[in-house]
């Protein structure tokens, strides 16, 4: 699941595009390595809906073949600090999975590529989660997304026909550091992406959230100039 | 998964709810067996939308605790006689996986229904999925039932924190005269639910769908007159 990208060799992938570092990376990289690129991203009612402008330029700049935004209004539910204004965003770390979490996201957001997946023939989906330097997420986990491949293949027609359904985390392993050094490889500038839980409306982060905290610590360990844009 | 109904007790319990015949009986048969039930229906483009009215109605008459419909544009992906104008429902059955299966469907309602249960601290999900007298849906198996309450319960808090997530199909087992028999039993009005794949504007039935025909074969073998309305 991860390691170094399968070449693509054309075929065509579904890659899960929030506007971030991570997911901004995991499309250079499939990109680069042959993989037809059907970018993905959610309106799902996130306090920073800047990150999907970020997505939209991402995409293009990137090299995907197309790119989708689906509204999807997780808010109803409820629960998060990302979604529920009521909710702040905690400015120091906390024990446990923290109130940034989005109930069961990667896995709506995966059961959308897989939808859309099927309906284009393609059978890999591509996703930047990371279990390393991460908020603590459980939907990031490498355990976790194994149960996501193996439901996969038993969702669906494709799988039932012995293609096998993949889902790929090509920086779950990785530090930020890593993940930052890898984006500069790919031709990714961290500063057209955000990453940050309260970006204002021009991006620029807040820098201390906890996903300003990580992204600032991988470019401290990378010894690369952080071109974050803070407010 | 299947059997007779756990005793709710009082639980919460989301009931994914479209407003055919098998997901009422299952509203029907889980209010009945004392849980508390949050309905939830989907707007996705779905060429019967005449179903969600019955789903509204159905919610309040079999005692839902209240229900939410949440759109969610699947068409934008195409690729089903259910979302796609340009292809027609079969009135014929055919062999393998009709073209009326909407990709990922069960996974994608079951993904937001363990959403919404992750934000009202419910841990159970009922489906009312058929694996005897269906369409021969990938996603309506009991192995991939099986696979997505795993994959549930390496997704959410609830899950890692040793609170087991159930994915419950009461029906799964069934045959559709045992389904008609159950949902008498229960208080179902067969005639205030929709089933057919392309049911006119007042609910009728067209009786020839896939759909249609499962359901008339089952008010048959119970022995049971077919109020179901026809046009």
Same sequence: chains 1, 2.
Avoid at 46 to 59: D, K
Avoid at 191 to 196: G, I, K, L, Q, W
Avoid at 222 to 230: F, I, K, M
Wanted: with cysteine; net charge negative; aromatic share 6%.
């Amino acid at each position: 699941m991860s390691g170094p990208i399968e070449q693509g060799a054309g075929r065509r992938a579904v890659v899960l595009l929030s506007g971030g570092l991570d997911s901004a990376t995991t499309l250079a990289a499939t990109v680069r390595s042959g993989w037809v690129c059907h970018a993905l991203s959610f309106d799902y009612g996130q306090r920073h809906g800047v990150e999907l402008q970020a997505a939209q330029r991402l995409a293009e700049k990137l090299g995907a073949r197309e790119h989708r935004v689906l509204r999807l209004d997780l808010s109803v539910f409820g629960g998060s600090a990302l979604t529920d204004p009521s909710i702040a965003v905690p400015e120091t770390p906390a024990e446990g999975i923290p109130v940034t979490y989005v109930p069961a996201r990667n896995t709506v957001f995966l059961s959308m590529a897989l939808a859309w997946a099927e309906t284009l023939g393609a059978r890999d989906i591509f996703i930047g989660a990371n279990a390393v330097d991460y908020s603590g997420y459980p939907d990031c986990r490498p355990d976790y997304l194994a149960a996501f491949e193996a439901m996969a293949n038993l969702a669906t027609a494709a799988g039932v026909a012995g293609e096998r359904i993949r889902i790929r985390a090509p920086l779950v392993d990785l530090s930020k550091a890593a993940i930052v050094r890898l984006a500069l490889e790919c031709g990714v500038d961290p500063s057209a992406t955000v990453s940050c839980y309260q970006a204002d409306e021009q991006g620029s982060a807040c820098g201390v959230c906890d996903s300003c905290r990580l992204r600032a610590r991988g470019f401290v360990e990378a010894g690369v100039p952080d071109s974050t844009r803070y407010r």
